[in-house]
């Protein structure tokens, strides 16, 4: 049983699997969720139209992460949400580690063998998964 499962979301449909998923592996009343977005900045100068440009995603975020919650909640399974900005992998890494989490569930996709890609790491998902210290379970 996992105690605290962190779930990366970036509010497309392919994240569905891993809240499915992370349904299915928390426990009611014994575990709790965390809904995660990470808002990654734009290069150059953050003045106060960027400033603000970053807080109206950061609430839209939460909003979404809002909505999320429900799904959760209607099984008894205490659920919290959190915006970051920075780094996608990093971030979600660093708020894993920060945060005492258990197992981390991201969406993936799996990649074309006869295709080289561009970077070694070629998805946030990989990345992630080679980078955290945490368990990572990688759904598709």
């Known amino acids: 049983m996992f105690q605290h499962i962190l779930i990366p979301l970036d509010f497309t449909d392919k994240n569905d699997a891993a809240l499915a998923?992370?349904?299915?592996?928390?426990?009611?009343?014994?575990?709790?969720?965390?809904?995660?977005?990470?808002?990654?900045?734009?290069?150059?100068?953050?003045?106060?139209?960027?400033?603000?440009?970053y807080r109206k995603l950061e609430h839209r975020a939460q909003r979404q992460l809002e909505r999320q919650q429900?799904?959760?909640?209607?099984?008894?399974?205490?659920?919290e949400?959190?915006?970051?900005?920075?780094?996608?992998?990093?971030e979600i890494v660093r708020w894993a580690v920060?945060?005492?989490?258990?197992?981390?569930?991201?969406?993936?996709?799996?990649?074309?063998?006869?295709?080289?890609?561009s970077r070694p790491w070629p998805t946030i998902s990989h990345q992630v998964a080679i980078l955290s210290p945490k368990p990572v379970l990688l759904v598709r």
């Open 21 to 53: 998923i992370a349904e299915r592996l928390a426990a009611p009343d014994a575990s709790r969720v965390t809904l995660l977005h990470v808002i990654e900045p734009l290069a150059g100068p953050q003045d106060q139209e960027a400033l603000d440009f």
């Open 70 to 79: 429900g799904l959760f909640a209607r099984q008894g399974i205490a659920c």
């Open 81 to 90: 949400t959190a915006v970051r900005r920075g780094r996608r992998a990093e």
């Open 98 to 117: 920060e945060h005492d989490v258990d197992l981390i569930v991201l969406s993936s996709h799996p990649l074309d063998p006869q295709q080289r890609p």
